[in-house]
């Protein structure tokens, strides 16, 4: 099976990937920029084919450029003669590259710190820093820094600690930093990368929503061409735009929808999903009722991981169910997958863990003989939004709250029964509807309620009562890679608390989950 696809732009940067965890949020930063970006493997022995680069960054990562094994900077960097800029662990591959010492350990910096700049930093490198301040707080995250600067690189700034914080070429637009600009935490973070891409690079401005939903409807007809589609939709944001995009570029007679209930999905969701799909114009909308097949699979079953891959097979068996008594209708297989999924499953970063398994339709475009249309594959969550928005998607859909695949099953620990479903799906509503009266839905990146293992004494009336707890959570993110804690009212939890336990049978305790992302997920399981 063909698994070419096309990329929506054929020029812009081309972010190596050295394991850091930022990686991705470089290539976002500079799409903000309007400048297009794409991470490849930082092991690459070549550029990109069919793309024209415009400017090279190396990103962070945890290797030390003297460990056997550690990831090396490919020969073709700086024989391609584009400017480069090398952040953190690429600016210490640099450094090694133009013959210069590091050492392991001494200058270690993590967290805010101060980047001091030079009076007068030369070089065309020396633009980077253009209408930024002297001081500047940034964000470190090093071990190793430099000993001995090589010849070819003059330093342009040192931190509090006298620590080599940027380099610069004497001749060449090649820079380094070792600190993060593309976190907010770098207050001029933004500043510094556009100096790079329209100051040192000079790279054509190239992306926005027009381009995008231009690229990606002709990608679309490009590869489905005169085809039908079968597009697996969960509700979700992304099923949905892809599902959107589909019919505006195919034509909505020729895209069936198929959404699986696993009887694991919120209060009225079910209904709220097949309407939402019928009025995106699709003409086939269908609505498998698999609810009793996951419940029986689920009983008994704990263990959270445990819980995914069951519901991931299962979904698997259901879409494939259905699409081999129709199989002869569809030539392709759509899905919303973004360009986080793929750069993942590339596994460009070593030593990256599975935190969580991903709930996705993977091996079935081979097993249908299916060909894949991924048309959302080269975008962020961001720009999945916008173009919902470009499309006249509803705000109330394309603004959803993100969900996960496996559904409430992640969200009561422990066995998974209809009678905690129902619990939590009654908690769940009363918060979810409470944050939009109240105007704080659109205030938090994600909120839910938690059906937890633990039951506690309490008293309604003059009864001793021992119920279920429910757990609370709300957070603001831009991008689910870090949390923060939604600090709602006290009021406001208060009467939603209040609200919960009033209304819900089952339930006398309502606790909120003030942690952040890391040390924990968004999802408690």
């Known amino acids: 099976m063909n698994h070419h696809v096309t990329r929506p732009v054929h020029a812009g940067v081309v972010v190596l990937d050295y394991g850091s965890q930022y990686t991705l949020l470089i290539a976002r930063r500079l799409r903000e920029l309007g400048i297009y970006a794409e991470v490849i493997d930082g092991r690459s022995s070549e550029p990109p084919a069919d793309f024209s680069v415009h400017a090279i960054i190396l990103s962070g990562g945890p290797d030390s450029v003297y460990e056997v094994g550690s990831r090396r900077l490919p020969s073709w960097v700086l024989a391609a003669g584009k400017p480069v800029l090398g952040i953190c662990y690429g600016m210490q591959l640099l450094v090694e590259a133009f013959g210069g010492q590091l050492r392991s350990g001494e200058g270690r910096e993590y967290g805010r710190g101060l980047l001091n700049l030079e009076s007068l930093v030369p070089g065309p490198g020396g633009a980077m820093f253009d209408d930024t301040p002297s001081t500047q707080t940034v964000w470190m995250s090093h071990g190793d820094d430099v000993a001995v600067m090589p010849d070819e690189l003059v330093v342009a700034g040192r931190s509090d600690g006298g620590v080599v914080a940027a380099v610069v070429h004497r001749d060449a637009p090649i820079i380094g930093l070792q600190f993060h600009p593309e976190v907010h935490h770098s207050e001029c973070g933004a500043d510094l990368l556009n100096n790079f891409v329209r100051k040192v690079a000079h790279a054509d401005l190239n992306w926005d929503s027009g381009s995008m939903l231009a690229a990606t409807l002709s990608y679309i007809n490009e590869s489905v061409k005169d085809g039908h589609v079968l597009v697996a939709c969960s509700g979700g944001v992304d099923s949905t735009v892809a599902a959107a995009l589909l019919a505006k570029a195919l034509g909505p007679e020729r895209v069936t929808a198929v959404f699986c209930d696993h009887g694991l999905l919120r209060k009225d969701e079910v209904t709220w999903v097949a309407e939402a799909l019928k009025q995106l114009g699709l003409s086939h909308v269908e609505v498998l009722n698999s609810r009793n097949l996951f419940l029986n699979a689920l009983a008994g079953v704990t263990d959270p991981e445990t819980k995914r891959k069951l519901i991931g097979r299962l979904f698997i068996e259901e879409f494939e169910r259905y699409a081999t008594g129709h199989k002869a209708e569809f030539s392709h297989l759509g899905q919303g997958t973004l360009y986080p999924d793929v ?143 939604g600090e709602l009212p006290l009021s406001f939890l208060t009467h939603v608390a209040a609200a919960i336990v009033k209304k819900v049978d089952g339930v006398n305790r309502v606790v909120y989950d003030i942690t952040t992302k890391p040390p924990a997920t968004i999802e408690w399981e």
């Open 343 to 485: 750069i993942e499953s590339a596994g460009h970063g070593a030593g990256a863990k599975v935190i969580k398994s991903h709930h996705n339709v993977g091996g079935l475009p081979e097993r249908l003989k299916l060909k894949l249309c991924e048309p959302l594959r080269y975008l962020f969550k961001d720009e999945v939004r916008q173009l919902g928005m470009q499309l006249g998607l509803p705000a109330d859909m394309v603004d959803r709250h993100p969900f996960p695949g496996p559904g409430l099953a992640v969200r009561i620990l422990g066995e998974v029964t209809e009678e905690r479903l129902h619990i939590l799906r009654e908690a769940d509503a009363i918060f979810i509807q409470a944050l939009r009266d109240h105007g704080f839905y659109d205030k938090v990146w994600q909120a839910f309620a938690v059906l937890l293992p633990v039951k506690s004494v309490g008293v309604m009336g003059d009864n001793r009562t021992y119920q279920m707890t429910v757990a609370l959570r709300a957070v603001t993110s831009s991008d689910a890679m870090t949390a923060g804690v």
